[in-house]
């Protein structure tokens, strides 16, 4: 899209969708959001994109806010002034963060990151026996069994993870409901038990059946399996207000709140009264003695499985662990065989973890869950105490008694403006947006017009340590609110408490500080930044970090929401994204062990470690860097030898993070690239080149002993290209990249001439030879391959060759992936077992999966809507079994990056699985073009794309047994239109990617499945005060245009 009229007229309807304008920073993903292109502003003939807006003054205004923020507003002209208005009048949209991120927040499960910021209805999917209520309110007073805890409650998870059970049957405790107030930093009201109600169940035979269930699990069990049990046993359904009353029954059951990263999680267990009239010293073990330790501890029994270590290894993984990974991880932790007979019965550890199975059709598929037996008097929700720091403590405010605490920002990617660092574990920081830095201009523009009036009467003259004051500021007759710390004669030192940062001033600035100035929290706050923890007070490391981040606005992901919140900084405003955590972290790389690059320079007993499909190669050349790598890599592999503890599992990871992996057998570094939610990552191996996806499991810290060894060497793998041959993808053909690895890959004898180095690509072209000898340019590798036939120009070439590889739960493995043209060698593998899926082709003929199964007419589901076009066409997931598709997806990753490719030919209406964007997905082809492109529909998504046929692979059987998850719907309540832009645009700021209440009006069959078609109301439930009905809003907006008109 590059005529300038038409990008004018989309890059006015994106601004004119936000009435509260578009961040310069978020403009081209809020673009790209709405075209699926960014704003092409330099083939337009500017270098930068504010250059470009600053010539097209008709269609936008940038203004600056006192934050340091350019925003931008859409210029109002006589044909959009209707929409504009229409726009105004719309409820405000918090989203924040990128958008291509989805911000799961709806449903509270234990361990899961699946949280959605909305409540649903009080009947919510087809488990409801109650008939569906056409106005979706919560009653006052209760939380409906789907419904996510008060704000108190809250926690929050970075990525995508894999819940333990359906995220829609999880009951929270026994709480009363309070609005939460407009501005998230307020203090919110106390939660309180909710008092007896009179209720219509038989309540004596609930507690008859309760306590026969509870003599049966005298460990306890989960709050959130109670409803199933009870179905099972008694076939009815649990009663809802039952539920609700378990806190009161004490002489039944004692409610317990764990003390997990979900504080809403409960767990059950029978009363002492009950404990002991069930049960007789000589017969029945301790009340909290563990099943697992009960049935393998005896004299039959030779091997023993700590309980304690079972929980301390889970513990590590909060987003499951997969029972088949089991053996291998606990035999590598604690130098013990894990018993064979407890992987064969799970129910062993029914009273240690929990267990889900969220592939039905295959039982081996479980993940375990931790579960934490501490704290088990804490019933009740604490409120978290603000810090009290000491008065002496440099740059930390008192907290002072009645001041609300700040909140972390729900948004896992908050935007934030950086201060200053004395500490990377304590950098201060503010946060940007609504509710942090504009309700602190509206405060101060308040200050500034109540200490205009009169301030002669408002001078504090005798201030003391510790005491809250107004400041006049030196500029524009600002009044700031600031923090005495120290008292002279006639100079104070005070610290802004909203701005991060401490001033001497005349004590004649100081004015008192009115008691309505007290509502709003401290605006400074502190963060750690993830992985430079042992380097916090390095001094390359800070100086790098005030070069790159202070006086900056970031993008900050949240990797551990905490009091100090665990983050990692982006720079986002070039066009690739700067990690400023990592690049803190190479400040500490010592220049003298990098790897010697000066021209016309030649190197013998070159290793090359990967050729790519695009021509480039890794190599690893000899160096004073790669012996010192070796040396501590091999005293490395020896003190993990030594060591029986869980310390060394990777717990928390995030992107830059450097840990190690294994690569044929041997501790290699890694960077992780990527995140496919929190159990299956991209890594890259430093000093070999070779991408790789992998599990979470596979990896391990570096220990402390050789921390500051191994960060201090510079990656050994350096990034080469052949002189005189082309580097780019479809240059060179599957012969010719056969034919270079079939002569230098893995071979230790080659010799390396550099002819060339390019400081900008990172890139340096050499001539390659296979013997040890440099010779003259006719014997080298470069013009052998471009004098053979095999080298001509073919079009889009994706190659992957791999030699054989082992498979991550094996001993020295770690698989590689391809990405983007890209291709690496992969360790090798053990033969296929038999009846292994993975190993197999694909079903034939191909078996549809089930049917997706929605809930009956007139009933209500929680869905998420993926992609939103127009009222009259959108696609919709239900949210349910959201937490089995992301398993599924990042199965799929590890096997199709693993997998050998063969060639496989694609046909139009063919199920396959296809690689869109780093992800895996299952696809229908809907056409095969001329160039090498096929055009495919995500048959869980709703998303159309094109990709190269090479990135299409048979869908095996085993990923073929979930159903389809996108369902195509239309708005119900609005009479079928053509709708106008402006209309597409303000339905999708109100639905997409957005977690919604569906209530289904008609469904509409067809012979496939992804041709079904469903109608739906739509209700915004986020809101504490009202629902909103989507069908009203694009009714009145229709006739707002109509009257325009």
Known sequence: MTDPELVKKMLRAVLQASKSGVSLSRLQAEYKSLTGEFIPHKQLGHSSLDGFLSTIPSVVKMERSRSGEVICFAVVCKETAHVAQLVARQRTNKKAGRPQLVNCQMRVKPAAPFMLNGRCVEQCGEGSSHKADPYPRRHAGSWCSCSPPPLAQLSYCNTFGVPSESPLYHTPPMLDVYPAPANLNEIAPPVKPRPPQSSSYNQQLVQNRLQEILSKYTNGFWVSKLPHMYRELYKQDFPTEALRDLELWSHICIVEKTCSSNPSELLLYPSEELSTAKSSPAS??????????????????????????????????????????????????????????????????????????????????????????????????????????????????????????????????????????????????????????????????????????????????????????????????????????????????????????SEVIGIGKLLELHDKFFKLPFQAARCKLAGLEPFSQDPAVLKKFEIMACGKILLAEIVEREETPLVVLYDTSQDDDVNINATCMKALQDKSLESPLQVNSSHRNASVTNVCSDGTIYCQLPSRGLSKLAEVLEKTEAYFHSQVTSEFLVSKPFCGKICLARYKGRWSRVEITNLHGSRVLDIHFVDLGIPASVEVIELREVPSPFLRELVAIPPQAVKCCLADLPVKVGSWTPDAVLRLRDAVLGSTECSVKIAKVDESKRLVYVYLYTSKEVQDVEHSVNRQIADTDLWKHQKDVFLTSRSPGKRPGSAGSSAGSSTEGKSSPLPESPPPEQGDLRQGSPASPFQLPPLLELPPVGQNMDVYVT???????????????????????????????????????????????????????????????????????????????????????????????????????????????????????????????????????????????????????????????????????????????????
């Open 284 to 501: 029945t073990p301790s009340p909290r003695q563990s099943p697992l330790t009960r049935k393998l501890s005896g004299p039959t029994r030779p091997t023993v499985v700590s309980p304690a270590k079972l929980e301390e290894l889970l513990a590590k993984y909060n987003s499951g662990l997969w029972a088949h990974a089991l053996p291998k991880l606990f035999q590598d932790t604690y130098k013990t065989k894990f018993p064979q007979r407890v992987l064969d019965d799970l129910s062993l550890l029914e009273d240690v973890c929990t267990i889900d199975y969220p592939m039905p059709d295959n039982p081996k598929k479980a993940i375990l869950y931790a579960r934490s037996a501490e704290d088990k008097n804490r019933n009740r929700v604490e409120q978290r105490k603000p810090p009290s720091p000491t008065p002496g403590e440099p740059g930390r405010p008192l907290h002072m008694p009645g001041m609300a605490t700040l909140l972390v920002p729900k948004e896992e990617y908050p935007s934030v403006l950086v201060v200053e660092a004395a500490s990377t574990n304590s950098v201060v920081i503010r946060y940007i947006g609504e509710g942090y830095s504009q309700a602190q201009e509206t405060l101060e523009d308040q200050m500034r017009e109540f200490y205009r009036q009169d301030n002669t009467k408002k001078v504090l003259t005798s201030p003391v340590v510790g005491q809250l004051a107004a400041v006049k500021a030196e500029e524009e007759e600002e009044i700031l609110r600031a923090q005495v710390w120290e008292v002279t004669a006639d100079k104070v030192k005070v610290y802004y408490v909203d701005h991060g940062f």
């Open 867 to 1045: 992609v939103a076009c127009h009222p009259g066409h959108f696609v919709l997931q239900p949210w349910r079994d959201q937490y089995k598709l992301v398993v599924l997806m990042g199965e799929m990753i590890l096997f199709y990056n693993k997998m050998e490719e063969r060639p496989f030919r694609v046909e139009k209406n063919q199920i396959c699985a296809a690689k869109v964007d780093n992800n895996w997905h299952r696809v229908l082809v809907k056409g095969v073009l001329a160039s090498g492109l096929a055009s495919v529909y995500e048959l869980d998504y709703g998303k159309h794309e094109l990709v190269s046929c090479a990135k299409l692979q048979p869908l095996i059987e085993e990923f073929q047994q979930l159903p389809f998850q996108a369902v195509t719907a239309q708005l119900a309540g609005v009479k079928p239109r053509q709708w106008s832009e402006e209309a597409s645009i303000v339905f999708r700021n109100h639905v997409e990617k957005k977690p919604l209440v569906a209530q289904i009006e008609a469904v509409h069959e067809a012979p496939q499945p992804w041709d079904r078609k469903i109608a739906v109301y739509l209700v915004d439930t986020s809101e504490e005060e009202r629902d909103m009905w989507i069908h009203d809003i694009m009714s009145e907006f229709a006739k707002e245009l109509t009257k325009a008109a």
